[in-house]
């Protein structure tokens, strides 16, 4: 019986990694990031998570892409400098410009017109800031 359970196990997880949405947005960007391929990355997978995780691999991809794009225009517009160690960029102000800007790339916008019209607008809040 247990035997059966197995099989049923790994049957439920191979079709989570290779639904169409895992396999598009994590397995096979991930592979060619690691320079591995496609059945490696699903092993390891299999092995790495059980499965809930699995079933939450996608979602938690979705989640995990937005925190990323935030923290990545955090770091590309220097706000942790302007905000966190020189304070002149309030915490709200950085906070609302990053979330704008994130969406937008959600939206459809490049990386590199949201990050420019970012770097425009920064310029913006440090003269208002300045009182220039």
Request: charged share 35%.
């Amino acid at each position: 019986m247990e035997m059966e359970d197995d099989v049923k196990l790994e049957l439920m997880q191979k079709r989570i990694v290779k639904s169409y949405a895992v396999q598009r947005d994590v397995i096979i960007p991930l592979s060619k990031e690691f320079n591995c391929t496609v059945d490696e990355l699903e092993e390891v997978f299999f092995h790495l998570f059980d499965m809930s995780s699995l079933q939450a691999l996608h979602a938690t991809y979705e989640s995990a892409e937005d925190i990323c794009l935030y923290q990545k225009f955090n770091a590309d517009l220097k706000l942790c400098w302007f905000n966190g160690t020189l304070e002149v960029i309030s915490k709200e102000d950085a906070q609302n410009l990053k979330m704008k800007l994130v969406n937008e790339v959600k939206n459809g916008k490049s990386y590199e017109d949201a990050l420019k019209e970012g770097q425009l607008e920064l310029f913006e809040l440090l003269k208002k800031e300045a009182k220039y």
